[in-house]
């Protein structure tokens, strides 16, 4: 099952949870008081965090989380794991500083396949809004979670700190999601999710790059 946590000022959240109510948090947030009041609500207890990037708006209530669930494991891809602590690069210098580090964390590459609760989600690393950036696929739920990779009918920005606007480079992150069955659902970072089927037919950067 998947729950969404809208936000319209900060990133979406996700809650992946299984029949025991042991739930995998897609992205935290920036509102950690009023997520938490929502799971609790739910009767789910996060047992792992997945972060799609490490901006401020994805990980402002990372801390308050990991400590609330006792110390859920993280996972990052590995290119991204100095950006957690790293203000400048988080883009949180502006705002609450962030530089939380989790004590349990884990690095993830690209193709890793990640067993969590049950769940088998592939980690595919699709750099251009940041070095890190990644989505998670499963496969069983024929359910992508892209983050700021890709939007309904748009993608990310790719002029942050460690992002890259090189055409050839947007291109190879974005076929790793075009390789996907067509009816798997797209669960953005911002906005409304979306299907890939969507995607292909209205989204011109899935059709044109």
Do not use: W
């Not at 509102?31 to 609790?40: M, N, Q, R, S, V």
């Not at 789910?44 to 859920?72: M, Q, R, W």
């Not at 939380?100 to 884990?106: L, T, W």
């Not at 748009?154 to 055409?167: E, F, H, M, V």
Request: net charge negative; proline share 4%; with cysteine.
């Amino acid at each position: 099952m998947v729950d969404i946590y809208y936000r319209d000022d900060y990133c979406n959240s996700y809650l992946i949870y299984n029949d025991k109510l042991e739930a995998i948090l897609v992205d935290p947030g920036y509102d950690g008081e009023k997520l938490i009041e929502h799971i609790k609500k739910l009767n789910l207890v996060v047992k792992s965090i997945l972060l799609t990037h490490c901006h401020y708006d994805h990980i402002g209530a990372l801390e308050e989380i990991f400590n609330y669930f006792d110390k859920p494991k993280v996972y990052v891809h590995e290119l991204e794991f100095d950006s957690i602590s790293n203000p400048r690069i988080n883009l949180s210098r502006f705002n609450k500083v962030l530089n939380f580090i989790p004590s349990n964390i884990e690095k993830v590459v690209d193709k890793e396949i990640i067993h969590i609760n049950g769940f088998d989600i592939e980690v595919l690393h699709t750099p251009f809004h940041t070095s890190g950036s990644c989505c998670f696929y499963i496969e069983s739920e024929k359910a992508i979670f892209t983050g700021d990779t890709l939007f309904k009918s748009s993608i990310g920005r790719s002029d942050l700190p460690t992002g890259c606007s090189k055409i050839s480079q947007i291109k190879a992150s974005l076929d790793k999601i075009k390789r996907l069955p067509l009816d798997t659902k797209i669960y953005p970072g911002h906005g409304s999710i979306s299907t890939l089927k969507r995607e292909m037919d209205f989204n011109p950067y899935l059709r044109n790059v």
